[in-house]
């Protein structure tokens, strides 16, 4: 897929003057928080082993386990197991406070990983659970970072049938395109040099994802809204982050409902 030109298309900073001298990503870091999610854990992992397999970079998989109570743990080893060659994975455990500090702990853990790499050349991105990624969400980050920018907000789609009255709410309040406007954490990129400037992730239970890119934003990185990086993410009613895109989901069955 070609890259979007910059422009209108864009929602986001135009390319420095000095993109010429963009640093090529030499490594690829993805973090994925979980709590207690044995049942769809497997099925996001394997997925992002399949994307890294499309680039030819050397890529870490950090899983956060925060609290987990269920076989979490056995299904990212399980996962670890079958990772190809140039692939590693790496499984924390802990008690966090919220959801920021378990997204900081495995940025933590990549910067710890590649200490002879500049920060400015790994390249983070950034997803959850209960998501599904694309094959070429790696590669095309990579694409991104290598045309300049330092800052990828993507797409996600719930795996919510379309003519549901949720599913119909849903996709009627969102635009799938380039330049949208959404912020999700199941789909971000983020150069980690920029991440870390910016103190990590935002210490918060919820919206740490929208108030992390606002920061970025107004720090001036070169950013770009796309929909070439779509997400599937679970519709699941019963979420594990309060305030949420299960609540979100609750709350279109009620619109719904009531209308």
């Known amino acids: 897929m070609p890259l979007p030109t910059a422009?209108?298309?864009l929602a986001g900073e135009p390319l420095p003057a000095g993109v010429a001298q963009a640093f090529e990503p030499a490594a690829l870091a993805v973090i994925v928080p979980a709590h207690n999610e044995?049942?769809?854990l497997g099925d996001c992992l394997r997925a992002i082993v399949a994307?890294?397999?499309?680039t030819d970079l050397p890529t870490l998989l950090v899983v956060v386990l925060d609290r987990c109570s269920d076989g979490s743990a056995e299904v990212a080893a399980q996962i670890a197991a079958e990772a190809r060659a140039g692939s590693a994975i790496r499984i924390l455990e802990g008690v966090f406070p919220h959801v920021g500090a378990?997204?900081?702990a495995g940025v933590s853990a990549?910067?710890?990983h590649w200490p002879g790499i500049p920060a400015q050349r790994i390249w983070t991105a950034h997803t959850d659970a209960d998501s599904r990624v694309p094959h070429h969400w790696l590669a095309r980050q990579a694409e991104f970072a290598r045309a300049g920018y330092d800052l990828v907000v993507g797409t996600v789609e719930p795996d919510e049938d379309r003519t549901t009255p949720a599913g119909s709410l849903w996709f009627a309040r969102h635009e799938l395109c380039e330049g949208h406007s959404a912020v999700h954490g199941a789909?971000?990129?983020?150069r980690l040099n920029r991440l870390l400037e910016a103190g990590g992730f935002s210490a918060l239970p919820v919206s740490e994802d929208v108030e992390t890119v606002r920061r970025l934003q107004r720090a001036g990185v070169?950013?770009?809204a796309t929909d070439t990086t779509r997400v599937l993410t679970s519709a699941r009613r019963a979420g594990r982050a309060p305030g949420g895109f299960a609540r979100f989901m609750r709350d279109l069955d009620g619109m719904a409902a009531s209308s």
């Open 7 to 9: 422009g209108s298309a």
């Open 38 to 40: 044995e049942e769809l």
């Open 51 to 54: 994307a890294a397999s499309a």
């Open 102 to 104: 378990v997204r900081n």
């Open 110 to 112: 990549t910067a710890a």
């Open 187 to 190: 789909n971000l990129g983020m």
């Open 222 to 224: 070169p950013w770009i």
